[in-house]
């Protein structure tokens, strides 16, 4: 798994979605988002997964702050289900954030979404997830909506 990404595909205020040769990352930037930058750059990632079939996203939340109510609203209820059958998304490695109310946000993320066909893992740093990330094994049923 390669430590360097192959292009950047997308940014924003909210974050940078980069592509590896086998995997997505997002990387949040630090700072307050706007909803619509942040629905746009998980747009990207979806896209993103569905453009080379990759299955496997990495998600940096180091510099993240707490998703508000409304986003985590929309990655359960919209995003999620979205990427799962757009993107063919099935593993998630996050890197933890610093902040203790953004991991707590994501935790409720986690909850809420537990019945979803995804395996996610968190890590305290980068080079764990990417392990990890590297590990899994793409057996990619089809999904129909």
């Known amino acids: 798994m390669s430590l360097f990404p192959t292009s950047l595909y997308f940014g924003n205020a909210a974050g940078v979605v980069q592509e590896y040769a086998d995997h997505v990352r997002l990387r949040y930037h630090s700072g307050p988002r706007h909803f619509d930058e942040f629905t746009a750059l998980l747009h990207h990632v979806t896209r993103a997964l569905a453009r080379y079939h990759l ?76 392990s990890w990330l590297q590990a899994q094994q793409l057996l990619l049923p089809p999904i129909i909506s």
């Open 55 to 130: 299955g496997k996203l990495l998600v940096d939340q180091r510099q993240m702050t707490p998703y508000l109510p409304a986003e985590q609203v929309y990655v359960v209820q919209h995003w999620l289900p979205r990427t799962i059958v757009e993107g063919e998304y099935r593993y998630g490695a996050v890197v933890q954030a610093h902040d203790v109310f953004a991991r707590l946000a994501m935790d409720t993320i986690r909850t809420q979404a537990q019945e979803l066909p995804l395996t996610y893992r968190f890590f305290p740093d980068e080079l764990e997830a990417v």
